[in-house]
C-alpha cells in the first residue's frame, strides 16, 4: 500500500521555481513556490493555464502572487489516497486546462519493445522468443543496413541514427528488404515524432493517487518520463515526471487501439511538482537527468530501473516544435510527454512472460530535480471516477469571485 511521503519532493526546492495545485476545502488553487516561499497565483490568474501565458511566469510569481502559508511537504503527504484528510490541502496534477500530448517510440529501447509488442501480436507469452529475433536480425544476423549502405547494425549503432537522417533512410530500406520494417521503427527513425493526445485537460492525476489499469489487459506496464510544460506560445517552461500508463497487449494487437491502450480512468499521472526553468534550472538539467523506476508489488514482486533522458533520438525542442507551430495550436498550452527510455521487461511469473502490472504495485518515478511521483496501480473501475473537469473547475471559480481566464 502506498504510504504518506513528505520527502518525495526535490532535494534543492526551496532553491527552485515550482508550480503546482492543491485542493482545498474551498476549490482547487493554483500555486507558485519560489525560493521555498508559498504564493496563490488563483487570485491574479485563476488556472495554471492562465498563469503560464503570462509574458514571463517566473517574475509573475512576485509580481502578482498573493504570499500564502502553505506547507508543502505537508499537502504532499496528504495526498496519498489511502490517508488523505479532505479537511486539509492535498496535491493535484500540477496542471489543468493543458492539453496532454505525448511522444512514442523516442528511445532505441522502447522502440524495440514496441517493435516487439507488434510482432507478437500482444502476446505476452512470446515476447521474449520475439525480442531474440530481433536482437539477432539487429545485432549478430548481419549488417542491417548492408544492402543499402551505411553502418547502422546493431542497436548501439541503431541509437545513433539520427531521425530522418540519409543514414536511417537507408536503414528503412534494408529493413523493408528483410521483411522487418515496422510502424514504430517508421516513428523512431524517420522523420516525424509520434505525438498523441494521453487524456483530455483536467483528467491527469497527481502525486499519491491511484492510477488505473484496464482490467481487460493482461500485460500492461508504467511509463517513467520527463514532462515538459509548453505555454501557447511555443515556450518551453519547465518540466516535471509522468507516468504514461500502457496497455502493451491492446496496442500490440492494433496501433489504432492506441486511444484505448493509454487513455482510461486515472491512466496518466503527473507531478510530484513542475520545476519552472531559471537561473538555476534549464532544459539541460533536463537532458543531463536520469529517471529511476521502482515497483513494489504485494506479491514481493520488486523492480528498479534506471534510463537516461539524454538517450533520447530526438531532443525535446524537435519535439516540441512538432507539436506545437504554424500548424498546431493550442491556446490554454501543453503538455507533452518526451517517451520512456525504458519498458520493464523482467519476469513476473512463469519465464518469459515479462512483466505486468498487478493491483496493489507501487510505482515510484524519481529524478533528482524534479522529485518523486508515487502511486499505487487498481483497476480502472476501481479509482475515483474523474468528475471534476473543466465546467467543474470554472463553477468553483466563480463561485469563489475568482478569475476565468
Known amino acids: ?3 504518506p511521503d513528505a520527502n518525495a519532493l526535490p532535494k534543492d526546492w526551496r532553491q527552485g521555481s515550482f508550480a503546482a495545485r492543491a485542493m482545498t476545502p474551498e476549490g482547487p488553487i493554483a500555486l507558485a513556490f519560489l525560493q521555498g516561499a508559498a504564493f496563490d497565483m488563483t487570485p491574479a490568474f485563476g488556472t495554471v493555464s492562465a498563469w503560464f501565458n503570462a509574458p514571463d511566469p517566473v517574475a509573475a510569481i512576485r509580481a502578482k502572487g498573493v504570499p500564502l502559508a502553505f506547507d508543502l511537504p505537508a499537502a504532499l503527504a496528504n495526498s496519498a489516497h489511502g490517508a488523505c484528510n479532505p479537511a486539509k490541502p492535498w496535491l493535484l496534477a500540477p496542471i489543468d486546462l493543458q492539453a496532454v500530448k505525448a511522444c512514442g517510440v523516442t528511445y532505441v529501447r522502447s522502440m524495440l519493445e514496441r517493435v516487439i509488442e507488434e510482432r507478437c501480436r500482444g502476446d505476452a507469452a512470446r515476447a521474449e522468443q520475439v525480442r531474440a529475433e530481433v536482437r539477432g536480425i539487429l545485432s549478430g544476423g548481419g549488417n542491417a543496413a548492408g544492402a543499402g549502405g551505411g553502418s547502422a547494425a546493431g542497436g548501439e549503432d541503431l ?36 505525438i498523441f493526445s494521453k487524456c483530455p485537460p483536467m483528467a491527469s492525476v497527481g502525486p499519491g493517487a491511484k492510477i488505473g489499469v484496464h482490467p481487460d489487459s493482461q500485460w500492461s506496464n508504467p511509463e517513467p518520463e520527463a514532462v515538459l510544460a509548453v505555454n501557447a506560445r511555443g515556450d518551453i517552461l519547465g518540466a516535471m ?17 492506441l486511444g484505448r491502450a493509454k487513455d482510461n480512468n486515472a491512466s496518466c499521472a503527473l507531478g510530484p511538482v513542475l520545476r519552472l526553468f531559471d537561473s538555476g534550472f534549464s532544459l539541460d538539467d533536463v537532458r543531463r537527468a536520469e529517471i529511476a523506476l521502482s515497483i513494489t508489488g504485494t506479491d514481493g514482486f520488486t523492480l528498479a530501473e534506471t534510463g537516461a533522458i539524454g538517450d533520447i533520438s530526438r531532443d525535446p525542442t524537435e519535439v516540441v ?22 519498458s520493464p521487461s523482467k519476469d513476473r511469473g512463469a519465464p518469459g512472460m515479462g ?33 471534476f473537469g473543466t465546467g467543474a473547475l470554472f463553477a468553483s471559480l466563480a463561485r469563489r469571485g475568482l478569475p476565468r481566464t
Open 1 to 3: 500500500m502506498l504510504r
Open 159 to 194: 541509437s545513433a541514427v539520427k531521425p530522418g537522417s540519409a543514414e536511417a533512410m537507408r536503414l528503412k530500406s534494408a529493413l523493408v528488404a528483410k521483411g522487418w520494417w515496422s510502424q514504430y521503427l517508421e516513428v523512431g527513425i524517420g522523420p516525424d515524432a509520434e
Open 241 to 257: 515526471l509522468g507516468n504514461d500508463v500502457n496497455l502493451r497487449d491492446v496496442e500490440g494487437r492494433s496501433a489504432l487501439l
Open 321 to 342: 516544435a512538432q507539436m506545437i507551430g504554424p500548424h498546431h495550436h493550442y491556446p490554454d498550452g501543453a503538455v507533452l510527454f518526451l517517451g520512456t527510455p525504458f
Open 355 to 387: 512483466f505486468t502490472h498487478k493491483p496493489g504495485d507501487v510505482v515510484r518515478i524519481a529524478a533528482a530535480r524534479l522529485g518523486a511521483l508515487a502511486n499505487e496501480v487498481d483497476r480502472t473501475d476501481a479509482c475515483p471516477p474523474w468528475d
